[in-house]
């Protein structure tokens, strides 16, 4: 993996403080670049909202503001409150996530957010309470696990059963009572297949699939219009460095050709996109402490692991990884090196789970190197066992 050279920069200038480096270091230029190509290809309607679950730093939010994205995908009353302090306002949020709680929904219907996407029939109930009592109605969008899913994704958001959404199957019986609830505006179709996906004809398909849903809805009760159809994510990163990125360019003239085959221009098309625009704007860098050889493997302990950086082992995925080398002397002759052979990463934790990379291949390492784990931008630290053992919270360093 190529490490674009102020990043480098920056951790040789760090690592030259003394103290044992762990740290993510951010630059939100590639995000800022992929969201204004992606506002320059997008057919008319698109709207293109960052999910912050992916990195709800500051930075990054700063980034997506500057860069302008429509808003933020949000999924707790946490999340709204960050991206406003941000700069974002109430109207420019949309919200999904199963389990929202009256406390988050009650906010969203006073502040006046743009979009609540209803996950189950209690909850819409439990919105609809709310919206009476304040006098209000909230545009809502019916959140579908859809009978399809793509079985290559890294994760499968719609298809068997699930928590996220209400069963294709079950619309018939449940969209009619959704019309009656007085305090909902509905106003279309939220179906997220999968994220991480790499290939655009699977997620097109999922286009496709939602439109025909859409049309079939509006046929059966024409007072229910789709005019807002989200799609999730889902555009993928080349973690694997197979050279097979996802192309953006060939999605957005798909989805043109979908919508003009529905007759569908004049609508609403929601993305809330988190991996693909903030993967590559992180690095986790991890100071190697020690290396053992145990029963024929490297063993290489860094100062984080998955309490910093949970996503490979929670993936079961190995990182973009390079050594960058430090040069420090040997504690004593002898001392356990790696030289051209398959490794095994893990952090300081008490759990054999506490991995950050499996069977690696590494040229050189050396006890003080820094391991630079890339693609770290998403789901770095905010999916991360950041209070397990209570070592201290990485740096979290931002270049620009
Ligand atoms: C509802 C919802 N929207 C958007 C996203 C962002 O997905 P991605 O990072 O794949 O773009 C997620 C991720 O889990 C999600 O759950």
Redesign the pocket.
């Known amino acids: 993996m190529h490490i674009p050279e102020p990043v480098e920069t920056k951790l040789r200038q760090l690592a030259s403080a003394g103290k044992t480096l762990n740290c993510y270091i951010y630059d939100t230029a590639p995000m800022r670049e992929k969201i204004t190509h992606l506002c320059d290809i997008m057919p008319a309607g698109v709207e293109i909202y960052y999910?912050m679950?992916?990195n709800p730093h500051p930075a990054f939010l700063a980034a997506a503001r500057e860069a302008d994205v429509r808003g933020v995908?949000i999924?707790s009353l946490g999340e709204a409150e960050k991206a406003v302090a941000a700069g974002f306002s109430p109207a420019q949020l949309i919200y999904?996530?199963p389990g929202k709680t009256v406390e988050e929904l009650r906010w969203c219907v006073r502040q006046g957010i743009r979009s609540i996407?209803v996950e189950s029939l209690t909850e819409a109930h439990r919105l609809n309470a709310i919206c009476e009592q304040a006098g209000r109605t909230q545009d809502i969008l019916l959140?579908i696990n859809a009978n399809f899913d793509i079985h290559e994704a890294q994760?499968t958001?719609s298809g068997g059963s699930k928590k996220?959404g209400i069963d294709e199957e079950k619309l018939a019986d449940v969209l009619p009572q959704i019309a009656a609830l007085s305090g909902l505006n509905f106003r279309g179709l939220?179906v997220?297949a999968?994220?991480?996906?790499l290939n655009v004809a699977d997620l097109l398909k999922n286009c496709e699939l939602v439109f025909g849903m859409a049309r079939n809805i509006e046929i059966a009760y024409p007072d229910m219009c789709c005019d807002i159809i989200n799609f999730?994510?889902?555009?993928?990163i080349d973690y694997l460095e197979t050279g097979c990125d996802f192309d953006p360019l060939a999605w957005a003239n798909g989805l043109q050709q979908l919508i003009d085959e529905y007759d569908y221009s004049g609508r609403a098309f929601f993305l809330?996109?988190?991996?693909?625009?903030?993967a590559d704007s992180g690095w986790f860098c991890s100071e190697i402490v020690d290396i053992k050889e145990s029963r024929g493997k490297k063993q290489v302990i860094c100062a984080g692991g998955i309490n910093h950086f949970r996503r490979p082992a929670a993936l079961a995925i190995n990182h973009p990884l390079t050594i960058v080398r430090m040069a420090r002397p040997p504690l004593f002759d002898g001392q356990e090196t790696v030289h051209n052979e398959a490794v095994y990463f893990g952090g300081p934790l008490c759990t054999g789970a506490d991995k950050l990379a499996n069977n690696v291949h590494v040229e050189a390492a050396h006890v003080g190197d820094i391991a630079v784990f890339g693609f770290a931008g998403?789901?770095g630290l905010s999916m991360s066992n950041i209070e397990f053992l209570s070592h201290a919270r990485p740096a979290e360093i931002v270049l620009g």
């Not at 999968?194 to 996906?197: D, H, L, P, R, Y």
């Not at 999730?232 to 993928?236: A, E, P």
């Open positions: 999910a679950k992916a995908e999924a999904t996530g996407h959140r994760t958001f996220f939220h997220y999968a994220s991480g996906v999730g994510g889902g555009f993928g809330e996109l988190g991996r693909y625009l903030a998403a789901y």
